[in-house]
């Protein structure tokens, strides 16, 4: 006969600690003070909720939903028996989460990146709803939501380089300038180029400090757009899937 193992308190934890040395052949008993395992997260009946002698309907602690981000938890409830399938076999996918407020609308937002045309409604719904804008004019402004790549790279080239102002910083400090002054003479240089309205890239290929440090070449990656954008494909597959 396994080890007796006690365990006390029969909420999520006792609970998951119980089956998994069960199944490791450990013999478990599982302590709980209350009538009911679950701990926290046992529904409560809610009292005089139901008639005509059905039980009362199951009231929750606090909010519950299981993030796809969960590993561990639903690994533990595919484990646990429920009628022909698993407890795991009952969650439900969302597709919207709504957040209430006292006194105020609710938020309703899609649980993921918006990726339709109805997703940015419904972002767009809860963002303008407080302003009064009718829900039919919202949907005519996002269906007429269009994207001008020329337009948005001729007001990137407006900076004359300044966003990439941050990248200038950590250049420098590679190539072994020390931080605090990367960040001194790129800022000098950043507020001279917007307040006099030069051009920046053509400003700090000017600054020995700067070209002692950074070749031409390594300049020009510095104000690489291609560079910003290496991993954009990965970062959004990452945030919106496939
Ligand atoms: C408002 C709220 C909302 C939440 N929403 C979510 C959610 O949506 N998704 C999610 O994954 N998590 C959620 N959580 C977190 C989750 O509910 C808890 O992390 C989890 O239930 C804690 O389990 P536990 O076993 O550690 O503790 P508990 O659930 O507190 O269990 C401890 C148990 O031990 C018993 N006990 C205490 N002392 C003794 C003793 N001396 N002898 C015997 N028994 C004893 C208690 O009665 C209790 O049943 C939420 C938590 C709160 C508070």
Do not use: C
């Not at 910083?169 to 950043?190: I, K, T």
């Amino acid at each position: 006969m396994g080890t007796r193992v006690v365990v006390l308190g029969g909420g999520v934890g006792g609970l998951s600690v119980a089956q998994e040395l069960a199944e490791r052949g450990f013999k478990v008993e599982v302590y709980e003070r209350r009538s009911g395992f679950g701990g926290k997260a046992r529904s409560i009946p809610v009292p005089s909720s139901a008639s005509e002698g059905r039980r009362p309907l199951p009231g929750e602690h606090g909010f519950r939903f299981f993030p796809s981000f969960y590993k561990h938890l639903p690994d533990t409830m595919k484990r646990i028996p429920f009628a022909s399938k698993s407890v795991f076999d009952n969650l439900v996918d969302s597709t919207r989460v709504q957040i209430a407020r006292a006194g105020k609308l609710a938020f309703l937002e899609p649980t993921q990146f918006p990726q339709t045309l109805d997703d940015w409604l419904t972002v767009f719904k809860s963002l303008f709803s407080n302003l009064g804008i009718p829900d039919d004019e919202l949907a005519f402004f996002i269906d007429r939501l269009l994207v001008y790549p020329e337009r948005m790279k001729k007001n990137l080239e407006s900076t004359g380089g300044l966003i990439f102002s941050g990248q200038l910083l950590l250049d420098l400090a590679e190539a072994g300038m020390l931080r605090e002054e990367a960040y001194r003479l790129v800022q000098s240089h950043a507020m001279r180029a917007w307040k006099e309205d030069l051009v920046f890239r053509d400003e700090v290929a000017k600054d020995p400090a700067i070209t002692k440090l950074l070749s031409p070449e390594k300049l020009a990656r510095t104000f690489d757009y291609e560079r910003q954008l290496g991993n954009v494909g990965a970062i959004f597959k990452r945030v919106i899937g496939e």
